[in-house]
C-alpha cells in the first residue's frame, strides 16, 4: 500500500512523482467551498476571442469560489476532486455535488467544459478495482451518474503511483469509461518511473494526457527547479522538453499531449550555490507568495532550465513567474501539442498579469490581413492555427497564418550532460511530488524496472 510507504525516503533511486497526491495530503481536513447554482440570467455572456489551444485548469476543493474563474481564458476546468474506495464506490462526493451546478452553469455560459477529477493514489485501491471487471464497472456507472446529474462534460481521471502490472487494467478502464461519459483526459507523470502508464493506448482512447509537468525537484532533495523547461549542463537531463519528447517516443501524439505547468514553487533550507545542497525538507510556495517575495529579495534566472529562483536568508526558492510560464505555453504552441494546463487555478492569486499573459499566448488575434497561405485548416487571415495549434508559418494542411511560437531570443535548449541530484550516484535528478506541506509520500522502485530513454 502506497501510503504504508510514507516517510521510506531511504530507498535508494527516484521517488515516485505524485504531486496531486501530495497536495491532497498538505490539505486533509480543509473545509469546502459550497456554491449555489447562479439564477438564471446572473452570468455573463462570453467575450471574445476564446483560446485556440486547449487551456485546462484544475480547481482543488480547498481554493476559492470555482465559479469565478477566468472563463475567457479557459477551455476545461478539473473539478478536485472526488476519491475512488477499493470496491468502485466513490468518497468525498460532496467536493463535486456541492460545487457542480454552480459551476457547470457559469463554464458553460462561456463554453467552457467541466470534468468531474476522480483520484487513487492507494495502490491497494488500484489493484483492487483496475483488476475487476465488476469493481470498474461500478466505478464507471457511479462517476457517469455524478456527470450526468449536472450536465457536466466528462471525467478527469488522476491514478498516481501506479504498478506497472496494472498498465492493461487502467487501459480497458479508460475505454469503459470513455464509452459512457464521452470526454476523459487523464492526469499522468512527468517521468514514468516503472512504465506503467500505456501512452499511446491511453491516448488513442481519451481526449488527452495532462502531462504533470512538476516536481522535477522534489522538497525532499536537493533544490532545483520545479518545471525545468530544459536539462543539462549541471541539472538532471529531466525536463518538459525530455518528458514531452518521451511521450512522443511511446505513442503520445501531440495533439494529444497538454503540458501541465505548476502555478507553485517550493522552498529548501539550502546553501546558496546554484546547485545547492538542501539542509532539511523543503516545502511548497503559491506562486503569488513568491512572486512577492521575489520582488523584495531579489530574483534570478537559471539560463539551462530557464527558471527563475531568489534566495532568501538560508533558502532557496524556486517558482514560477508570469514570464516563465509565458515561456512555457510558447514552448507547448511551438511543439504543436494540444494544450496547457495549470495545477492549480488559485495559487496564482490576484496578479494583475498572468490572465491577459494567458490570453496573449494561447490565443491568435484576429487581423485584417494574415501571411498564412491557407492550406486544408488554415486560413488567408492568418487566425487559424490548425487542428494541433500549430507554429503558423505558410500554411499547409495544418497551417495558416503567423503562430505564436517562440522561445527567448538567443537562447537554446540546455544540453545533455551529467545531472545533479540527491541520488547516490549523482546520475539522475529526483523527480517527485512537489506540493508536500511537509507531507511526503514515497515508494521504492526496481531499477530494471525504470521506464527512461537512453538521454545521452
Known amino acids: 500500500m502506497l501510503l504504508a510507504l510514507l516517510g521510506s525516503l531511504a530507498v535508494a533511486g527516484p521517488r515516485i512523482a505524485t504531486p496531486h497526491a501530495d497536495a491532497l495530503l498538505a490539505h486533509a481536513g480543509d473545509p469546502h467551498v459550497v ?13 471574445e476571442p476564446v483560446p485556440d489551444m486547449t487551456v485546462y485548469a484544475y480547481h482543488p476543493y480547498w481554493e476559492s469560489d470555482p465559479t469565478q474563474l477566468h472563463w475567457d481564458q479557459l477551455t476545461h476546468v478539473a473539478i478536485f476532486d472526488v476519491e475512488l474506495k477499493s470496491d468502485g464506490t466513490l468518497a468525498n462526493t460532496d467536493n463535486w455535488t456541492d460545487v457542480a451546478a454552480g459551476v457547470v452553469a457559469a463554464a458553460h455560459a462561456h463554453g467552457v467544459k467541466v470534468d468531474l477529477c476522480v483520484i487513487s493514489f492507494d495502490d491497494s485501491v488500484q489493484s483492487s478495482v483496475l483488476q475487476s471487471a465488476s469493481k470498474r464497472a461500478t466505478a464507471v456507472a457511479a462517476l457517469k451518474s455524478l456527470v450526468d446529474q449536472y450536465g457536466a462534460d466528462g471525467v478527469n481521471v488522476d491514478v498516481e503511483a501506479m504498478d506497472d502490472s496494472l498498465s492493461g487494467d487502467f487501459v480497458q478502464f479508460i475505454k469503459e469509461l470513455h464509452a459512457e461519459v464521452g470526454e476523459v483526459y487523464i492526469a499522468t507523470p512527468a517521468v514514468d518511473w516503472l512504465g506503467a502508464y500505456d501512452y499511446s493506448e491511453l491516448a488513442a482512447n481519451s481526449e488527452g494526457l495532462f502531462i504533470m509537468g512538476y516536481g522535477y525537484y522534489w522538497t525532499g532533495g536537493d533544490p532545483g527547479p520545479n518545471d525545468p523547461l530544459y536539462g543539462g549542463g549541471d541539472w538532471s537531463t529531466y525536463s518538459l522538453e525530455w518528458s514531452i519528447e518521451d511521450y512522443q517516443s511511446y505513442g503520445a501524439p501531440v495533439d494529444k499531449i497538454v ?25 511548497s510556495v503559491e506562486m503569488e507568495s ?11 534566472y537559471e539560463p539551462t532550465t530557464h527558471s527563475p529562483y531568489y ?11 508570469v514570464e516563465s510560464v509565458r515561456e512555457r505555453i510558447a514552448f507547448a504552441r511551438e511543439q504543436g501539442l494540444q494544450g496547457v494546463g495549470f495545477w492549480a487555478v488559485g495559487y496564482e492569486g490576484d496578479d494583475p498579469d498572468f490572465w491577459p ?11 485584417d490581413t494574415g501571411s498564412g497561405n491557407g492550406g486544408d485548416n488554415g486560413g488567408d487571415s492568418g487566425d487559424n492555427a ?9 500554411g499547409g494542411d495544418n497551417g495558416g497564418g503567423p503562430g505564436k511560437a517562440r522561445v527567448l531570443d538567443g537562447e537554446a535548449p540546455g544540453g545533455c550532460a551529467c545531472a545533479h541530484g540527491p541520488d547516490p550516484g549523482g546520475s539522475l535528478g529526483i523527480p517527485g511530488g512537489a506540493y508536500s506541506g511537509g507531507a511526503l509520500l514515497a515508494v521504492g522502485f526496481v531499477a530494471t524496472r525504470r521506464r527512461t530513454r537512453s538521454t545521452t
Not at 263 to 275: I, N, R, S, T
Not at 311 to 321: F, I
Open 290 to 300: 513568491a512572486m512577492a517575495e521575489a520582488a523584495t529579495v531579489g530574483d534570478h
Open 386 to 394: 490548425g487542428d494541433n495549434g500549430g507554429n503558423g508559418g505558410n
Open 357 to 367: 499573459m494567458v490570453a496573449e499566448e494561447t490565443t491568435f488575434a484576429v487581423e
Open 311 to 321: 534566495l532568501p536568508s538560508g533558502s532557496q526558492v524556486w517558482y514560477p513567474d
Open 35 to 47: 456554491v449555489p447554482a447562479p439564477p438564471a440570467g446572473a452570468v455573463p455572456p462570453p467575450s
Open 259 to 283: 503540458l501541465g505547468l505548476p502555478l507553485y514553487g517550493q522552498e529548501w533550507p539550502a546553501d546558496h550555490a546554484v546547485p545547492g545542497n538542501a539542509t532539511g525538507t523543503g516545502w
